[in-house]
């Protein structure tokens, strides 16, 4: 009995995921705010069902009362979020709401079938998390003087990131985070904010070659702090979105054709110097060769992808913990092998819908500075995915990026939240934009 329930919500989880993923596009080419309504009204419903069905067989399987409790306190924790973002504010992007739950209850539902002990800590960090950023769209429409701080936010970001380099420990070849009181901090989660604030402030202000020559000096400052961290992931991650944000300010391809040598050129010399990432690149050109080693992690990940095809084997049908760190950067082979290549499909459609919204604000922006950070967050974001999704399915080395939203990490779920209310409150103001003109 237990089977034909796992199989038969299988196929309908899959259904359900589809039609919130094609309502998440079907929202772009609604003029009327109130059909808007009605199509996140659907995909709110499309996604309770999903985290009901995906419990109920976790329950079944595990036969544990605690899961009862805990799924409950999802749900009254997504009703709660969503009433009270449209509480507080009545402008707010109901989709990205939406996006956000809808990827947090997918890695809640993973992480509970991987490890309880980790969902049951990652729910109370979500928790906190959207507790403490609620506030933020509220700061980023009222606080002028954001477009000032230039100087505080390159300040800050390299502070964070030297007391990384001087003081951090050491994971998997690479000084990523800082113990404060017991708790595990990755400071580069944040800096990557602070860092499109700074860029944006510096390109606000002037777009003279001193400027831009100032703006580059202190970007390369961030990125080779992280080189000399051994953090080559958050590296590109930073010189990515440099390289986007400094050519859609200026428009100038000789900038992003020097960029673009000068990243092949140390990227080159990574390879030389930096033996774990020689092991990498190994490890993505033939992972075969060394399978029990090397290649471990990267071949476990396409065997789970290949294992579970479309449909997917199945909750607690896969072995997704073969997986070194699966909750983390490797998250979303745990999610091809039991929710199948069509729900993990759905999900990084899902993430593109968060990009192509976030691209829609920034280009309907009035104001330099909030146009180049809406731009720059959005490239943050969906160069994180890429880096997280093209390292499991091998198209690219491995680079230890964790896909938003999705994948176990406190500073990453943190970062995120912050991320995504800094954009609602960019989208508040272009609907407050929008309303004023419509007055006048």
């Not at 900038?255 to 190994?282: C, D, E, K, N």
């Amino acid at each position: 009995m237990i089977n034909l329930i796992t199989e038969t919500s299988k196929y309908l989880m899959i259904l359900l995921i589809a039609f919130y993923t094609f309502f998440n596009f079907r929202f772009f080419s609604l003029p009327d705010f109130k059909r808007k309504r009605v199509i996140c009204a659907r995909q709110n419903q499309a996604m309770f069902l999903i985290h009901l069905l995906a419990y109920v067989i976790i329950y079944l399987k595990t036969e544990d009362e605690k899961i009862l409790v805990f799924y409950g306190a999802q749900v009254v924790f997504f009703l709660a979020y969503i009433y009270l973002c449209r509480l507080f504010y009545r402008n707010i992007s109901r989709l990205l709401v939406n996006n956000a739950c809808m990827l947090l209850c997918t890695g809640l539902i993973m992480l509970t079938r991987i490890s309880f002990g980790r969902a049951v800590r990652q729910f109370v960090i979500v928790a906190a998390a959207a507790a403490v950023t609620l506030v933020v769209p509220w700061i980023i429409g009222r606080v002028w003087q954001l477009s000032h701080g230039a100087f505080v936010y390159g300040i800050l970001g390299l502070a964070l990131l030297g007391a990384v380099w001087v003081k951090g420990s050491t994971t998997f070849g690479a000084q990523l985070s800082l113990e404060l009181g017991g708790i595990s901090i990755q400071p580069s989660e944040f800096v990557k904010i602070t860092f499109v604030l700074f860029i944006a402030s510096m390109f606000y202000r002037s777009l003279s070659f001193g400027s831009v020559a100032a703006a580059t000096g202190v970007a390369a400052a961030h990125v080779l702090i992280l080189v000399a961290s051994k953090d080559l992931g958050s590296a590109l991650l930073f010189f990515v979105t440099y390289l986007f944000m400094l050519f859609v300010a200026t428009s100038s391809w000789l900038y992003l054709g020097a960029g673009l040598a000068a990243g092949s050129g140390a990227a080159m010399l990574a390879y030389q110097v930096f033996p774990h990432v020689q092991t990498r690149v190994a490890a993505w050109q033939n992972p075969w060769l060394d399978m029990d080693n090397k290649g471990y992690q990267i071949t476990q990940s396409l065997f789970a992808i290949g294992t579970g095809g479309w449909f997917g084997m199945g909750l607690y049908r896969g072995m997704p913990y073969k997986i070194p760190v699966v909750e983390k950067d490797f998250i979303f082979a745990a999610i091809s092998e039991e929710l199948g290549g069509i729900f993990a499909l759905c999900i990084l459609l899902i993430c593109l819908g968060c990009f192509l919204q976030f691209m829609m604000i920034a280009g309907q922006l009035q104001a330099v500075f909030f146009k180049l950070t809406a731009f720059g967050l959005g490239v943050v974001y969906i160069t994180q995915v890429f880096l997280t999704v093209g390292g499991v399915t091998k198209f690219i080395p491995s680079t230890g990026i964790t896909l938003p939203f999705v994948s176990y990490g406190g500073s990453s779920i943190l970062s995120t939240f912050i991320l995504f209310n800094v954009m609602q409150g960019l989208y508040l103001i272009k609907r407050n934009e929008e309303e004023d003109d419509e007055e006048g």
